[in-house]
């Protein structure tokens, strides 16, 4: 029930009703929110302001619109622990969850001087690149952007790199994959990110950055991720005092 006479705006009230609902679950990830009109009439309020609250729940993360079809409750933001070095197919997979992977480009290109760096390629030495597109439940994740010093890519190169798990089809030809050195940092969705990710270029983005390396400290591939700020967060457990 909405309050007129509250000092809290009406909007404000349908806004904290709606994500009521969605957090208890009646309303669940995918199903489409009542129209415009039958907000309206269920709760007597204005378009105007059905539509100021459907908007804030939308730049929260908790709706997404569809274009001619409607409004959608979002997929829950899915929450990663940071200890584990795991390939960001597979920490997915692990979940349980409903991955699908889309290959935008793969093939040797001429790195960057960042990316030269942390593989510790030789100068105009080719690094294999592979971007892919991660969806989730039916809904794009994050773009990720590997690199791979040359005779790693000969590897990968004839991979269907949709389905395969990179780090696990490398340790399968014996590459003991020890340990990763990853970067978060808050970003926005630039013009490529928002095409793939059905973002809004601009919003908020998690850039996630990470070198990885096998036993002996020789790196054997660098990362930059992309995910949606809206759909993606990591949690880490901290101890005051650290066990002996």
């Given at each position: 029930m909405l309050y007129p006479g509250s000092a809290k705006p009406l909007y404000e009230q349908l806004k904290a009703i709606l994500k009521q609902k969605i957090a208890s679950g009646e309303l669940k990830p995918g199903e489409a929110l009542p129209g415009e009109r039958q907000l309206m009439d269920i709760y007597g309020v204005s378009r105007v302001t059905v539509r100021q609250a459907i908007g804030e729940l939308v730049r929260e993360g908790l709706l997404y619109r569809h274009h001619g079809k409607g409004t959608f409750v979002a997929p829950k933001r899915i929450e990663r622990p940071l200890a584990r070095l795991l390939g960001v197919a597979e920490e997915l997979a692990l979940e349980g969850l409903e991955v699908a992977i889309k290959v935008i480009k793969r093939g040797m290109e001429e790195p960057t001087s960042e990316i030269?760096?942390?593989?510790?390629?030789?100068?105009?030495?080719?690094?294999?690149?592979?971007?892919?597109?991660?969806?989730?439940?039916?809904?794009?994740?994050?773009?990720d952007h590997s690199y791979f010093p040359q005779s790693i890519g000969q590897l990968l190169q004839?991979?269907?790199?949709?389905?395969?798990?990179?780090?696990?089809?490398?340790?399968?030809?014996?590459?003991?994959?020890?340990?990763?050195?990853?970067?978060?940092?808050?970003?926005?969705a630039s013009r490529e990110d928002a095409l793939h990710l059905q973002y809004r270029q601009g919003y908020p983005v998690l850039v996630v950055k990470r070198t990885t390396y096998v036993e002996g400290g020789l790196p054997i591939g660098f990362s930059h991720a992309v995910y949606r700020?809206?759909?993606?967060?990591?949690?880490?457990?901290?101890?005051?005092?650290?066990h002996s």
């Open positions: 030269r760096h942390e593989l510790r390629l030789a100068e105009k030495e080719p690094a294999f690149c592979v971007t892919r597109l991660i969806n989730v439940a039916g809904q794009p994740l994050l773009l004839n991979l269907d790199l949709s389905k395969d798990l990179i780090y696990t089809h490398l340790e399968l030809y014996g590459y003991k994959i020890s340990n990763g050195r990853q970067r978060i940092s808050a970003g926005r700020g809206d759909r993606y967060e990591y949690t880490v457990i901290l101890q005051r005092h650290p």
